[in-house]
C-alpha cells in the first residue's frame, strides 16, 4: 500500500486523502474550464488530460464548462473548435456547461451580497480603483462610494444591468478588506457594464461577471468537487474561497481549489494572445497551421491523440514550473508512430537511377512488407522498372569507406528490391549530375532466397519507380521558433525569434499506393519521417505535412 501512494502524483495525494477524511467517493466530481477565446495548445492538453484522467480513474463525471464571461474576446468557433479537441483527445464529458448558464444566478446572488452589506457600486474610473489599491507593503485606500446605502447600490446596479448607465460608468465591487495582505482581496471588482452582444446570450445582459466571481460560483453550481488550476492561480484561492462561502449552506459540498504548475514547451510560446498575433499577422496561416502548438495544428500535423495523451502523462503534474523539451513530444510521436503508420516509399530530393541491364519496358510488382512493428498490417505490391527515382544524397560519385549509399563501382540493395552497382553518370553542361547509370544482379531479388539475394551489402536505399511515381506537394514543418524560450529575453520581441524555415514547401516522388490516401492518414516515408495528408489535398492528389524526422535532427545541431 505504501508504494502504491509513492507513486500517485500530489493532486492524486490530495483527493486520496480527502476521501479518507471529507469526501465521498460519490461526491468526486471534476471539470475542464476553458475560456472561448482562442484554440486549446498542449498546455491545455495537460489540463484536459489530468481532470478527464481524474475522471477515469476514480469513475467520478466531469464537466467540459465554458467559461464565458467575456463577450468582446468570446466566440462560437472556439467553443467548436474546443469540443472537437477534447473528443480527439479521446474524452468525453459529463455535461456540457456555460458560466453564461448561470448569469442569472450569479446576478441574483450579487444582489444578496448588497443587500448584506458585502458589495457595492463603484462610480470611479477604473485607473483611480487601481491606483487607490495600494502595495503589497502598503494598505489600500477606501472609495469616496464605499458606503453608499443598500438602496442607492441597488438602484445602480439595477440600472447597470438594464443598460441605463455607460460602458465604464461603474462596476460592482464585493466589500472584503482594503488593509488584507492579499492584493485581491482589496475590494475585488465583481461586474463591469459591457454593452457587446454575447455568442449565447446576445444583448440580454449589459453586465458581466468577472472571472474570479463566476469561476468558483459555477463550480459550486455545478457541484464539482476539485478545481484545479494552474499556479498563477494560487493568491486567487483565498478570494474563491470568500465567494463561495457566500453563497453556500452550512453542510453543503464546497469546491476545493488546488494548484498545479504549468508545463512549458520549448520552441514555442502558448499565451493565447500571442499565438492570436502569429495568426493576425500572417506568421502562420491559420490556428491549426500544423507549425502552431495548438492541438488542432498538432492533430493535422499528424500527431495522435495516444502521443499527446502519453507526453501529457510522461511529464506528469508538480508544484514547480518548469521546461520541456519539445523533442519528448516530438519522441512520443514517433514511439507511437512507430507502432501504427504503414512504410512506404517516397523520394524527396529526387534524381534519376538508371538500370542499364534491365530490359526496356519491362516492370514487376514487388512484394514490401507494410509495418514490420505490426504483424497483422501485411503486405502490399510496388511496381519497379528500368528507371527510378532516388535521394540525390544517396549518391556520391567518389566517397570513403565510411559513406555506405551508392557510389561508382560499389554495391547497395535497393529496399525490397534488388542489388545494384553504381557504373556511371551523365552529367550537363555545368558538370551537374543527372543521371545514374548502374546495373542490377537479376538473381538478387529480396525474399528470393538465392544465395545471391542472401549476400550481405552495407547500404540499403529507398526508391521509387520513375514510370509509376505520383508526384506531389510535400511541406517539410520545423519548429516555429529557433531558440529554446522566445519569451526568456525581455530586451527582444519574441517574433524575432520566428524561424524563417519553419516551412519549406517541395515536389517529391511517392509510390502510387498513396494516390488513395485519405485526410489524415499517417505514414512512414522510409528513412526519412513520419508524414500525413493534409486537408488541402485534393482526391487523387495528396499534399503531405511532415510531423517529425525520423531521428531528432536538433539534436545533432546542438
Not at 184 to 189: E, T
Not at 215 to 225: L, V, W, Y
Amino acid at each position: 500500500m505504501a508504494e502504491e501512494r509513492k507513486s500517485l502524483n500530489f493532486i492524486e495525494q490530495i483527493i486520496e486523502e480527502d476521501l479518507q477524511t471529507t469526501h465521498k467517493k460519490e461526491e468526486l466530481k471534476f471539470r475542464f474550464p476553458p475560456e472561448p477565446n482562442g484554440y486549446l495548445h498542449i498546455g491545455h492538453a495537460s489540463s484536459i488530460c489530468l481532470n478527464f484522467g481524474l475522471g477515469e480513474k476514480y469513475n467520478s463525471p466531469v464537466n467540459l464548462r465554458f467559461d464565458d464571461t467575456n463577450p468582446i474576446k468570446e466566440e462560437q468557433e472556439f467553443v467548436d473548435a474546443i469540443k472537437e479537441d477534447v473528443l480527439w483527445l479521446g474524452f468525453k464529458w459529463e455535461k456540457e456547461c456555460y458560466a453564461s448558464d448561470y448569469f442569472q444566478q450569479l446576478y441574483d446572488w450579487a444582489v444578496e451580497m448588497i443587500k448584506n452589506g458585502e458589495a457595492y457600486v463603484d462610480s470611479q474610473t477604473s485607473e483611480d480603483i487601481a491606483l487607490q489599491k495600494g502595495t503589497p507593503t502598503e494598505p489600500g485606500k477606501e472609495s469616496p462610494f464605499r458606503n453608499r446605502s443598500v438602496e442607492e447600490n441597488l438602484e445602480l446596479f439595477a440600472k447597470m444591468k438594464n443598460g441605463e448607465t455607460p460602458e465604464r460608468g461603474h462596476v460592482l465591487r464585493a466589500k472584503i478588506d482594503m488593509a488584507s495582505t492579499n492584493m485581491l482581496m482589496r475590494d475585488p471588482v465583481m461586474y463591469r457594464c459591457l454593452h457587446k452582444s454575447h455568442h449565447r446570450t446576445k444583448d440580454i445582459w449589459k453586465i458581466y461577471p468577472m472571472y474570479d466571481w463566476a469561476h468558483g460560483e459555477s463550480d459550486f453550481i455545478e457541484s464539482i468537487s476539485h478545481s484545479f488550476c494552474t499556479l498563477e492561480f494560487l493568491p486567487h484561492r483565498e478570494l474563491y474561497n470568500w465567494f463561495v462561502e457566500k453563497v453556500s449552506k452550512e453542510g453543503e459540498l464546497k469546491p476545493k481549489q488546488r494548484e498545479f504548475a504549468r508545463r512549458n514547451l520549448s520552441h514555442t510560446v502558448v499565451s493565447k494572445r500571442k499565438l492570436m498575433q502569429l495568426v493576425e499577422k500572417g506568421v502562420v496561416k491559420s490556428w491549426d497551421d500544423p507549425r502552431m502548438p495548438t492541438i488542432s495544428g498538432l492533430r493535422r500535423r499528424g500527431y495522435t491523440p495516444n502521443a499527446i495523451r502519453k507526453f501529457a502523462d510522461s511529464i506528469g503534474v508538480g508544484k514547480r514550473e518548469n521546461m520541456i523539451d519539445v523533442a519528448h513530444l516530438e519522441f512520443c510521436a514517433r514511439e507511437d508512430l512507430n507502432k501504427t503508420a504503414p512504410r512506404v516509399m517516397g523520394v524527396l530530393d529526387p534524381i534519376k537511377l538508371v538500370i542499364t541491364n534491365y530490359e526496356e519496358g519491362k516492370e514487376e510488382w514487388l512484394e514490401a512488407e507494410n509495418n514490420p512493428e505490426d504483424e497483422s498490417a501485411g503486405s502490399r505490391e510496388i511496381p519497379f522498372s528500368r528507371e527510378l527515382y532516388i535521394e540525390k544524397e544517396d549518391f556520391k560519385e567518389s566517397a570513403n569507406r565510411k559513406f555506405f549509399r551508392l557510389t561508382l563501382g560499389k554495391e547497395v540493395r535497393l529496399k525490397n528490391a534488388y542489388i545494384i552497382k553504381g557504373e556511371e553518370v551523365v552529367k550537363d553542361s555545368e558538370g551537374n549530375i543527372t543521371e545514374i547509370h548502374c546495373t542490377y544482379d537479376p538473381k538478387s531479388k529480396s525474399g528470393s532466397g538465392t544465395e545471391e539475394s542472401m549476400r550481405k551489402v552495407k547500404g540499403t536505399l529507398h526508391w521509387v519507380s520513375s514510370k509509376h511515381a505520383l508526384e506531389t506537394e510535400i511541406r517539410l514543418y520545423d519548429r516555429l521558433f529557433s531558440v529554446e524560450n522566445p519569451d526568456g529575453d525581455k530586451e527582444k520581441d519574441y517574433m524575432e525569434f520566428v524561424n524563417p524555415d519553419s516551412l519549406e514547401v517541395i515536389k517529391g516522388y511517392v509510390e502510387p499506393s498513396l494516390k488513395s490516401a485519405g485526410i489524415q492518414d499517417k505514414f512512414q516515408f522510409q528513412r526519412i519521417g513520419y508524414f500525413c495528408v493534409d486537408k488541402d489535398s485534393k482526391e487523387g492528389q495528396p499534399i503531405f505535412n511532415r510531423t517529425v524526422t525520423l531521428r531528432d535532427s536538433w539534436a545533432k545541431i546542438k
